[in-house]
């Protein structure tokens, strides 16, 4: 049995933070964020709308585009740095409540921006095994209930929003989902965190960026090649290069070191900033509503985020 790609769903909150909204508030500039992030707006949720609220609009989009019903999902995973509530319930359970599916596994995986790979590693394993069939994967933020909006140096980078996919059981080898790596270090854990339980600090996202950064470009940049040297694939057989959208510099950095050309590359992050395990699934949306991915493409998936944590996917998209 093999694991396919059969449908993507997003969901973007209707709220636009455009860059003046910092420059409003604190000591930045429109030409600082525009240059050093490549980010002109985020969409935040209203204060009504959680993050579960979010990852079930977005798949209901992906079970629907799936043409399955939400009772033929049989394992629900949802990627998130930001849930509705600390430690339990999970929000992937608040997710099933959301879409009417009950006494289905459900749980919430945490890998920061790696969310939405760890999310389809898991869900490929569950199918290979034989064990689950229609495996819903979502990754959804409201990063702006974790942002110390005092904090100029991460503030203006995160918004939030939602997506989600469907990975299917299927014996026909041409569909499936060609590779995964998923790759962890703890040892750079303070380059990101979220103060928890063990500290009397607010629990804000705090992030020594300039580090992140030149690590998270030799890493993804190796990352990479090793998926594709491992796959026997060059640069030219790829559809579509759909990064992680944290900074426009790293991905351009990237892109540029693998000799990616432009038509190749998607990039979101101008219109929604980072949304750490929402930005991939949201970017493959936007690919599929903007028709620039079909049936049959081949996309490579890279992400890089807080534990340390990072991975890649090459993926054969299979839906319709
Ligand atoms: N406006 C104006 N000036 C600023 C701002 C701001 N908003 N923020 C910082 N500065 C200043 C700094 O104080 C510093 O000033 P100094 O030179 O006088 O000390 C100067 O700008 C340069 O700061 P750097 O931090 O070196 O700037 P850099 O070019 O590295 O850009 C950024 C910062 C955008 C955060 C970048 O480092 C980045 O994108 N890092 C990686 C983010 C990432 O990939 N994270 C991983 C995923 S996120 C996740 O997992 C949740």
Sequence with gaps: MYASFKSIGAYIPDEIRTNQWFVDRMDTSDEWITKRTGINQRHIASDDQTTSDLGANAAKIAIQRA?????????????????????????ACLIAEKLGIRDTMALDISAACTGFIYAMQTAKAFIESGMKKNVLIIGAEK???????????????????????????????DEAILDIQCSADGSMQDLLLTPGVQSQEKPFMQMKGNETFKVAVRTLTSDVRSIMEKNNLTNKDIDLFIPHQANYRIIKAVGDALK????????????????????????????YEDKRMTKGDMILLDAFGGGLTWGSALVKFSGN
Aim: charged share 20%; hydrophobic share 35%.
């Design 143 to 173: 990063l702006s209930s974790i942002i110390d909006y005092t904090d100029r140096t991460t503030c203006m980078l995160f918004g939030d929003g939602a997506g989600a996919a469907v990975i299917s059981a299927t014996e026909n080898k």
């Design 67 to 91: 043409q399955l019903e939400p009772s033929d999902i049989d394992l629900i995973i949802c990627a998130t740095i930001s849930p509705d509530y600390f430690c339990m319930p999970s929000t």
């Design 260 to 287: 990616f050309d432009d038509h190749q590359k998607v990039v979101t992050v101008a219109k929604y900033g980072n949304t750490s395990s929402a930005s991939i699934p949201m970017a493959i949306n936007e690919c």
